[in-house]
T-cell receptor, first 114, second 116 residues
Framework: EAQVTQNPRYLITVTGKKLTVTCSQN?????MSWYRQDPGLGLRQIYY???????DKGDVPEGYKVSRKEKRNFPLILESPSPNQTSLYFC?????????????FGQGTRLTVV | AQKVTQAQTEISVVEKEDVTLDCVYE???????LFWYKQPPSGELVFLIR??????QNEISGRYSWNFQKSTSSFNFTITASQVVDSAVYFC?????????????FGGGTRLMVKP
């Protein structure tokens, strides 16, 4: 079964404590992305990766890091989380770079930074 | 820059009513795709439909229908005979052809509440 798996699903943390949200896919897709969802703003892309060791900034990259050491994994790293990073986060994958390719989303990670 | 606007932030209807969710977009790309996603209370994103910029045919899938009008840059979504299970947040999204990050640009979402 095609899956995009995020962990954890829920996380409450304190300001400044480094955290990592993992994303793993079993579809051998080249493209992976992270989005954050905020009320009234929809989803906005944070970072994306076109393949192993190839990453770049999306629309809202400040305060985040990513890495792509293996094709299946694309972790999102918050080195020093702040309350304005409280959000619902989604990992997404697509097979290629075509505009019409369907994106597969993980279940979401609800992060609260206090 | 691309932009998607869903002017209706929240809609409330009574079961069996028809409801239309509006989506207006802006893009300079000549080739682009439009999408609708459903986010039920459980939080996951469910893909509903994809439409490319060269295909203006309306589409119907059961109680769902979509009206794409390039002249008004709109891609509206109608649910006929709404049901309680249709209660969710619905997102319209756009992806342009010239898009290195394969980024989807989302509207702010419309929360639909269907009351029994």
């Amino acid at each position: 079964e095609a899956q995009v798996t995020q962990n954890p699903r829920y996380l409450i943390t304190v300001t400044g404590k480094k955290l990592t949200v993992t994303c793993s896919q079993n579809m051998n897709h080249e493209y992976m992305s992270w989005y954050r969802q905020d009320p009234g703003l929809g989803l906005r892309q944070i970072y994306y990766s076109m393949n192993v060791e190839v990453t770049d900034k999306g629309d809202v990259p400040e305060g985040y890091k990513v890495s792509r050491k293996e094709k299946r994994n694309f972790p999102l790293i918050l080195e020093s989380p702040s309350p304005n990073q409280t959000s619902l986060y989604f990992c997404a994958t697509t097979r290629g770079g075509g505009a019409g390719t369907e994106a597969f989303f993980g279940q979401g990670t609800r992060l609260t930074v206090v | 820059a691309q932009k998607v606007t869903q002017a209706q932030t929240e809609i409330s209807v009574v079961e069996k009513e028809d409801v239309t969710l509006d989506c207006v977009y802006e893009t300079r790309d000549t080739t682009y795709y439009l999408f609708w996603y459903k986010q039920p209370p459980s939080g996951e994103l469910v893909f509903l439909i994809r439409r490319n910029s060269f295909d203006e045919q309306n589409e119907i899938s059961g109680r769902y229908s979509w009206n794409f009008q390039k002249s008004t840059s709109s891609f509206n979504f109608t649910i006929t005979a709404s049901q309680v299970v249709d209660s969710a947040v619905y997102f319209c999204a756009l992806r342009g052809g010239m898009n290195a990050g394969n980024m989807l640009t989302f509207g702010g979402g419309t929360r639909l509440m269907v009351k029994p």
